[in-house]
Nanobody
Framework: LQLVESGGGSVQAGGSQILSCRAS??????VAWFRQRPGFSEREPVACIASDGSTDTVDSVKGRFTLSKDKAKNTVYLHMNSLQPEDTAMYYCAADGGRWSDANLCARINFGGSWRYNYWGQGTQVTVSS
């Protein structure tokens, strides 16, 4: 399983972007987006989507970021609206590959921990200017 993100770039505050995460094959039960902001050593969770289509987002992006997926294309989309400079980060998508199918990961704090996701993309940079 390989994941490829796309759609990053530069945008002004208040703008929108859509990130894509395309999987080479079935990605498993959960796909999550994480980001690593400048000056932070850890990747933080952003949004999560389960195979049944249920989603969750962290409080800092709730109401601004949403998820959708195209099963036929094995692609998950992160729709980002009302972007702020603090959203500037490298965004990664990650998949569990089916290992945690019964774990209800999207409902867990920090989406169950980045260690549960065995497959990661290379990341795409999002830069929001004020």
């Amino acid at each position: 399983l390989q994941l490829v993100e796309s759609g990053g770039g530069s945008v002004q505050a208040g703008g929108s972007q859509i990130l894509s995460c395309r999987a080479s094959t079935y990605s498993g039960s959960y796909v999550a987006w994480f980001r690593q902001r400048p000056g932070f050593s850890e990747r933080e969770p952003v949004a999560c989507i389960a195979s049944d289509g249920s989603t969750d987002t962290v409080d800092s992006v709730k109401g601004r970021f949403t998820l959708s997926k195209d099963k036929a294309k094995n692609t998950v989309y992160l729709h980002m609206n009302s972007l702020q400079p603090e959203d500037t980060a490298m965004y990664y998508c990650a998949a569990d590959g089916g290992r945690w199918s019964d774990a209800n990961l999207c409902a867990r704090i920090n989406f169950g921990g980045s260690w549960r996701y065995n497959y990661w993309g290379q990341g795409t940079q999002v830069t929001v200017s004020s």
